[in-house]
Nanobody, 126 residues
């Protein structure tokens, strides 16, 4: 069974960068499309980016376009999320999960995602 573990979060100043990792175990990650989600305090979990397993096509919500980059290294069984120009509103717990990634609308279908990791906290503050 697929298991996902996120890492790479932390406390960072506005304008800083972080690279999150979503490491898979149990099965080969190359068979799965992976999405990144985040949940800020008091808010619903939102999909922010996903990467397909077929050809590596990527999708982003508008709020993170140009600052977030999702990538995958199937040899390392890991999906990454590079986050640049961090803002206080990026403060949240970030999760990865396996699910559909056929287009940007897939990011709103969190109920169709499974094998959620435990999350990694990003706090953006000066």
């Amino acid at each position: 069974q697929l298991q996902l573990v996120e890492s790479g979060g932390g406390l960072v100043q506005p304008g800083g960068s972080l690279r999150l990792s979503c490491a898979a175990s149990g099965v080969t990650l190359e068979h799965y499309a992976i999405g990144w989600f985040r949940q800020a305090p008091g808010k619903e979990r939102e999909g922010i980016s996903c990467i397909s397993n077929l050809n590596g096509t990527t999708y982003y919500v508008d709020s993170v376009k140009g600052r977030f980059t999702i990538s995958r290294d199937n040899a390392k069984n890991t999906v990454f999320l590079q986050i640049n120009s961090l803002k206080p509103e990026d403060t949240a717990v970030y999760y990865c999960a396996a699910g559909p990634c056929s287009g940007p609308r897939a990011l709103s279908k969190k109920l169709e995602y499974d094998y959620w990791g435990q999350g990694t906290q990003i706090t953006v503050s000066s």
